[in-house]
């Protein structure tokens, strides 16, 4: 197998990402190009850039951009224009997301002259299945480097004790067992998964949610909100116009204030097993 030389990491600044930053440098010997994209998950951005700085990342190697318009614009929008359903049941969240940060990938893969790309998606979710086959479908002699399917870090324990010895700080929430729940963001919806929301008996704590009231706390008064669509597409709400993203935002924000947009279920995963969700979309 030929020397990897430089790997675009895909890179949050958290956890599990920072370990693979260090693994990969030490495993392959690699220089290492870090992508974080923004899709609208607020906060969480803030912490790659300083992060991967400290492990030695040259800032011309590190990419963080904003994907916002063309996310919503070229992926959510035609997908509501399909009506794309997953299982009949949901519109596509976390998913729709991901050929979007594939295609990313590969084109810094193709300006850094990298031969690889690495990803924190584990071995048991459909994360890597997006993710590779979106690179391989672009760049087929592409090398795909799964850590979660390669090392022997496969505990939480492991995990921080990786990241103690080699000085990578963890924030103290995840010391103290932190959030319950295994949380992805993006513009159009936040999915949580694990732990406590493993037994399907177990409902859901409201401090999880982000976005949305209980019905049970939404407005008794009605809100009547005015939208205009061309080719299929909104385009203004109220009468003001606004880019895609920022649309979409605001009806978060109107739909959240009324207890719109909540599901709780059991799906089917691609690779074979059942899987309990919580979304907000």
């Known amino acids: 197998m030929s020397q990897i030389n430089k790997a675009v990491l895909a890179y949050s600044g958290g956890l599990d990402t920072s370990v693979i930053l260090k693994w990969l440098q030490d495993t392959y010997q690699c220089e290492v190009v870090t992508f974080t994209a923004d899709l609208g998950q607020g906060d969480e951005l803030e912490a790659a850039r300083p992060k991967a700085l400290q492990f030695g990342i040259v800032p011309e190697n590190i990419y963080i951009d904003d994907l916002r318009e063309e996310f919503v614009r070229d992926f959510v929008f035609p997908m509501f224009r399909a009506n794309t359903l997953y299982e009949g049941e949901y519109l596509l969240g976390t998913s729709i997301a991901r050929p979007l940060i594939a295609k990313r990938m590969i084109e810094i893969a193709n300006l850094t002259a990298a031969e690889a790309i690495a990803h924190g998606a584990t071995g048991k979710g459909n994360d890597q299945v997006r993710f590779e086959l979106g690179a391989y479908a672009l760049r087929p002699d592409i090398r795909i480097i799964a850590p979660w399917r390669e090392w022997d870090l496969l505990s939480r324990e492991k995990l921080l004790a990786y990241a103690e010895k080699h ?36 409902e859901a704590e409201e401090s999880m949610w982000r976005w949305t009231v209980s019905p049970e706390a939404a407005p008794d008064a009605a809100e009547y909100v005015d939208l205009e669509f061309e080719q299929g597409d909104l385009t203004a709400i109220n009468g003001e116009r606004l880019p895609p993203h920022e649309l979409l935002a605001r009806l978060n924000r109107l739909g959240g204030k009324h207890g719109v947009g909540r599901i709780d279920l059991v799906e089917n995963r691609y690779v074979g097993m059942k899987s309990r969700g919580c979304y907000e979309t």
Do not use: Q
């Not at 924030?171 to 963001?185: F, I, L, V």
């Open 167 to 202: 000085g990578i700080p963890v924030e103290m929430k995840h010391r103290s067992g932190g959030s319950p729940y295994s949380m992805d963001a993006n513009l159009l919806h936040i999915s949580y998964e694990g732990r406590h929301l493993e037994d399907p008996a177990a």
